[in-house]
T-cell receptor, first 114, second 110 residues
Framework: DTEVTQTPKHLVMGMTNKKSLKCEQH?????MYWYKQKAKKPPELMFV???????INESVPSRFSPECPNSSLLNLHLHALQPEDSALYLC?????????????FGSGTRLTVV | EDKVVQSPLSLVVHEGDTVTLNCSYE??????LLWYKQEKKAPTFLFML????IEKKSGRLSSILDKKELFSILNITATQTGDSAVYLC??????????FGQGTELSVKP
């Protein structure tokens, strides 16, 4: 299995809702990442987990809450989002945060906040 | 502040043409430069470059890095309509963070 699987593919949520995005990989990768990509813009790093511990938080608002329950899973919990948070959320993984291993990206969750 | 700049931002060519996409960077603690192709969804990996002057090649695509002048180019020869996509350049720093350029939107007309 050489894929990063993200669910759901599409999500529409209200500003008072709580939802979660899921990301899964079975490549034995020990680093996992969340990126946010607005329309016509490049991806921007949000969080890095390394060996299931939060390694980088790029000053993301607390309405986004990441969680790494085990080495294969990465969640992004969403609460009280704003319409400007609508974007494509990409998960990626790599063998390790500290080496030259490259990254595998998932297909993303397209989030619309109404 | 770390910065990756791609040019041109958009490009329209005809099938069979050769294109060159540019990527320049100013990133502290450089580790690697990566090229991705993005169509509708996930970026698809093309190349990882770490050393200057060594060309990487995959079919009609090739890329090279110049660490002295801080830039990379991606060449696509004999373009096809299936090459139409956004091409992203990203520089990885020692902390495992990818800094992306704005992308070059390539459109290949039949």
């Amino acid at each position: 299995d050489t894929e990063v699987t993200q669910t759901p593919k599409h999500l529409v949520m209200g500003m008072t809702n709580k939802k979660s995005l899921k990301c899964e990989q079975h490549m034995g990768h020990r680093a996992m990442y969340w990126y946010k990509q607005k329309a016509k813009k490049p991806p921007e790093l949000m969080f890095v987990y390394s060996y299931e511990k939060l390694s980088i938080n790029e000053s993301v608002p607390s309405r986004f809450s990441p969680e790494c329950p085990n080495s294969s899973l990465l969640n992004l919990h969403l609460h009280a989002l704003q319409p400007e948070d609508s974007a494509l959320y990409l998960c990626a993984s790599s063998q390790d945060q500290w080496g030259l291993y490259g990254y595998t990206f998932g297909s993303g969750t397209r989030l619309t906040v109404v | 502040e770390d910065k990756v700049v791609q040019s041109p931002l958009s490009l329209v060519v005809h099938e069979g043409d050769t294109v060159t996409l540019n990527c320049s960077y100013e990133v502290t603690n450089f580790r690697s430069l990566l090229w991705y192709k993005q169509e509708k969804k996930a970026p698809t990996f093309l190349f990882m470059l770490t050393s200057s002057g060594i060309e990487k090649k995959s079919g009609r695509l090739s890329s090279i890095l110049d660490k002295k002048e801080l830039f990379s180019i991606l060449n696509i020869t004999a373009t096809q309509t299936g090459d139409s996509a956004v091409y992203l350049c990203a520089v990885e720093n020692q902390g495992g963070k990818l800094i992306f350029g704005q992308g070059t939107e390539l459109s290949v007309k039949p």
